[in-house]
């Protein structure tokens, strides 16, 4: 069988995505369960884009022992340097340089000329290669590039040293066809094309980055450039999960990857949960109702024999059918369980705290959901914050005015204060801005319930400026008052340090 390489940018393209930033340690957590479902690459930041990204980079590369670490760059010298010094503890690693190549951006983004560009890229990979042996060279928007002189480029960057080289269709803008195409023609008319790798990395505008990917593979393509669940900018990316799918369906395709299919699952459900990113309930793969037969017939037939209506086992991607359902009447090992299935390992300590948030909940919510589990794991996270919520009261209704009493604990200090509002959360956020006297505007508040029911979890996304730069919180709580409180908290102790 052909081995295709997996090159997972959940926390590069993906974390791109506005709302879906990640802190460091949330960034450790998705590039160990990467590691563990069995990436080859994981591309773990842009360095050079600010300290925040340069320390994931340093710090994941610390974490992760087996899969190479990558860290984008454009094509110019001090990028590359800060990806060089970024990637110092990495045991594999990779810088990932490029340029766009399409005459849209030789002529509007860089005011230049096919040739000078040319020379821009062989330099930049010659600069990248006295740091590292890997080098992968992208060409921005291959996929509106001419593919003759796409092959110049390819050819130009293997020779100046280039491992892989990547044609992303950045767009989203290519048909199938047309981008399997490309492949077949970069294979059949590079010269020295056996001495690197070439990539996939397709966005998703208009519907076919799954379908590009796979065309991109058929027609010579050994790396995939994918996300989870799909995130990336705009439309998203390739979906990794599906790839691996399609794969293992078609054998016939005699491709095979490193990855541990009944991981999928879990992995799916932790970073749409520490990156707010609901999955669409009808998403291939990983989706609420991608293995939910609903029809009379489809049940009736499923039921007779699973492969009437089914093509994939959903053990195969980690669910878990019989999963135990849990109430408030499940012990701590039930839990534990759930977690694991998850992807979610705790120490015993966190365990005993998770545990005792779980029975709150479960004594309001009769049915707790992974999403809820998976909030109350990150609850603890509020454990290392400055700046805790004490406790919140607030009076609210119709024909009256909101009014809100607001304890903070700030490093072990108590504050109250009160105020009123136009409705229950601006006169919270009054009262906690009374205690923290700083400039911060509300940009974006959104509120989002996991499930359907009136006792549902509410997730609340709150973004907020402070001195020109963004702030993210995240809050979730049955009383949608407190979720709020919790964001906007949440996020504050990202700059009161
Ligand atoms: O979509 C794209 O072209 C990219 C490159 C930076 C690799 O993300
Ligand atoms: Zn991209």
Known sequence: MNRLFIFDTTLRDGEQVPGCQLN????????????????????????????????????????????????????????????????????????HTGIGTSDYHIKHKFNSTREE?????????????????DVEFYCEDAGRTDNEYLARVVEAVIKAGATVVNIPDTTGYCLPSEFGEKFKFLMENVNGVHNAILSTHCHNDLGMATANTIAGVVNGARQVEVTINGI???????????????????????????????????????????????????????????????????????????????????????????????????????????????????????????????????????????????????????????????????????????????????AGEKFEAAASGNGPVDAAIKAVKQIIKREMVLQEFTIQAINRGSDDVGKVHMQILHNGAVYYGFGANTDIVAASVEAYIDAVNKFVK
């Open 24 to 95: 460091t340690v949330e960034k450790i957590q998705v590039a160990k369960a990467l590691e563990a479902l069995g990436v080859d690459v994981i591309e773990a930041g842009f360095p050079v884009s600010s300290p925040g990204d340069f320390n994931s980079v340093v710090e994941i590369s610390k974490a992760v022992t087996w899969p190479t670490i990558c860290a984008l760059t454009r094509g110019v010298q001090k990028d590359i340097d800060a990806a060089a010094e970024a990637l110092q503890y990495a045991k594999r690693k990779r810088i």
């Open 117 to 133: 560009i040319l020379e821009r890229a062989v330099a930049a990979v010659k600069y990248a290669k006295k740091y590292v042996e």
């Open 232 to 410: 990336g900018e705009r439309a998203g990316n390739t979906a990794l999960e599906e790839v691996a799918m399609i794969l293992k369906c078609h054998k016939g395709l005699n491709i095979d990857t490193n990855i541990n299919t009944q991981k999928i699952y879990s992995t799916s459900r932790l970073v749409s949960s520490l990156m707010n990113m609901p999955v669409q309930a009808n998403k291939a793969i990983v989706g609420r109702n991608a293995f939910a037969h609903s029809s009379g017939i489809h049940q009736d037939g499923v039921l007779k024999n699973r492969e009437s209506y089914e093509i994939i086992d959903p053990k195969d991607v980690g669910i878990d059918d019989n999963a135990i359902v849990l109430t408030a009447r499940s012990g701590r090992a039930a839990l534990k369980h759930r977690l694991s299935v998850l992807g979610v390992e705790l120490s015993q300590e966190k365990l005993d705290n998770v545990y005792e948030e779980f029975l709150k909940l479960a004594d309001r919510k009769k049915d707790i959901n992974d999403d809820d589990i998976l909030i109350l794991t990150g609850k603890d996270l509020t454990a290392s914050h400055r700046i805790k919520l004490d406790y919140l009261q607030v009076t609210s209704g119709k024909g009256v005015k909101s009014v809100a009493s607001v304890g903070l604990d700030i």
